[in-house]
Nanobody, 119 residues
Framework: QVQLQESGPGLVKPSQTLSLTCSVS??????????WAWIRQPPGKGLEWMGA???????YDNPSLQSRTSISRDTAKNHFTLQVTSVTPEDPAVYFC???????????WGQGTRVTVSS
C-alpha cells in the first residue's frame, strides 16, 4: 500500500513562503491514473482541498486560494511539494498529502504535518 509522509517546517512567519514535501513510498508518482494532492484542515474546520498533481505532471489548484499555492514534483526522488506564498494567520493547519486514482477523491492518506504561523 502506498505510504505518504508530509514534512517541512512546523513554524513559519507571516508573509513568508511555506514549503512542504510529500515523500512517497511503495508507489510511483508517475504511475498511470494516480493523483497526488494537498489537503489541509485548519483548527476546528473541515478539510480544504488545495490542489493536486497528476501522474502526467498536470497540476490542479483551488482558485479560492488566490493563486498563492504551487505544486511541483521531483520524479527522481519520488516526492511532490507544496508552496504557499505570503502566509497569513489563516494558513495554520494540519497539512496532508493524500493520493488516489480519482482527482477529487483521494483514498490514501498519511499522518499529516502541523503548520503554525507566528511572528
Amino acid at each position: 500500500q502506498v505510504q505518504l509522509q508530509e514534512s517541512g517546517p512546523g513554524l513559519v512567519k507571516p508573509s513568508q513562503t511555506l514549503s512542504l514535501t510529500c515523500s512517497v513510498s511503495s508507489a510511483s508518482i508517475t504511475s498511470r491514473f494516480s493523483f497526488w494532492a494537498w489537503i489541509r484542515q485548519p483548527p476546528g474546520k473541515g478539510l480544504e482541498w488545495m490542489g493536486a498533481i497528476g501522474w502526467h505532471g498536470s497540476t490542479y489548484d483551488n482558485p479560492s486560494l488566490q493563486s498563492r499555492t504551487s505544486i511541483s514534483r521531483d520524479t527522481a526522488k519520488n516526492h511532490f511539494t507544496l508552496q504557499v506564498t505570503s502566509v497569513t494567520p489563516e494558513d495554520p493547519a494540519v497539512y496532508f498529502c493524500p493520493s488516489g486514482d480519482v482527482l477529487e477523491v483521494p483514498s490514501q492518506w498519511g499522518q499529516g504535518t502541523r503548520v503554525t504561523v507566528s511572528s
